[in-house]
């Protein structure tokens, strides 16, 4: 097992594990810069027949944060799959006889550590070594940061066929020291420009508007209410985690870059992501009282935000004129 990798934790397993990575190339960057510079910022409003209950994502599809950063950064992304799970341990042990950490993307259930046991295959991870027992793993704060799991848990999790799971995906990102405000502008245009024009209704603040119609229906759906309103907040599936993210690297942008459109665009986000703790908070309530009334209000705060955070994008995307 490695001594030398500073196993720190943070709110998004993504950006954790990126921070891992990026930290052992001598690049130091926030969590929230991370994500900013990765044009993580996104909205999903997804529902179908088969489907127990709507899914409210908050971010890009997992791993397409890793790809823009790289992608943003000119950083050099090494990417593996396979369908061997044999040649997979073979990939990992491999970068890690090199001396590079390595990120996994894998399905958390399977995690000996994890504390909620329910399926996500798009779970990332940093892994730092391994002995004849077990793989050490930097994950997020909310999971105990350093970690460890068995080898044979490691090994079904990134070998679960779950949704959103990859074949046995592991990667390398590697590069030199960045000039850091040549890679703002363009990190933010883009997730701006994605955000104002999404190619279907659920996506982006089309999506946070579809959701405000739909969230006033959601007591007859289910009796989880407070459960679906705590991952909303704590997880980011739809609530203010990955708002406050963004809302933070703004901030850090605002110190680099004179920009009015920038001041405003962070001064916005820090309006949204108040009412998305306010949003699960509401549906918490719903839950608790079985009260309509506190859905149809989040209904029009999830209206208010779309107007927000439209605004905002609207904003951010002149960043490039």
Known sequence: MRND???????????????????????????????????????????????????????????????????????????????????????????????????????SYYLEYFTSKVHFGGHVVALYGYDDENAYLVDTEQQGGAVSTSLTSLAEARAARSPMAARHRSFTLTGRPIVLTEHLVPAITACADAFLNPPIANLGHRGI?????????????TDALPQIALLMEKAGTGGALFRNLYRDFLRECVELVSSDDLRKGHQLYAEAAAGWTEVAALIAQA?????????????????DIARLEREAMYALSRLGA
């Open 5 to 107: 990798i500073e196993a720190r934790g943070g709110q998004h397993c993504e950006t954790t594990a990126l921070g891992v990575l990026l930290r052992h190339q001598g690049i130091e960057l926030s969590e929230a810069m991370l994500f900013g510079l990765g044009s993580g910022l996104s909205f999903i409003y997804w529902d179908s027949r088969n489907m127990e209950f709507p899914f409210l994502g908050g971010r890009v599809k997992p791993f397409e944060l890793t790809r823009n950063l790289a992608h943003n950064l000119r950083l050099d992304l090494q990417v593996q799959e396979t369908a061997s799970a044999r040649k997979a341990w073979t990939n990992v042990t491999a970068a890690l006889e090199t001396g590079e950490p390595v990120g996994l993307q894998l399905d």
């Open 209 to 221: 508007e579809k959701a405000a119609k739909l969230v006033p229906t959601w007591l007859d759906r």
């Open 287 to 303: 839950g608790h009282s079985g009260d309509p009334r506190h859905l149809s209000k989040a209904g029009c705060v999830l209206a």
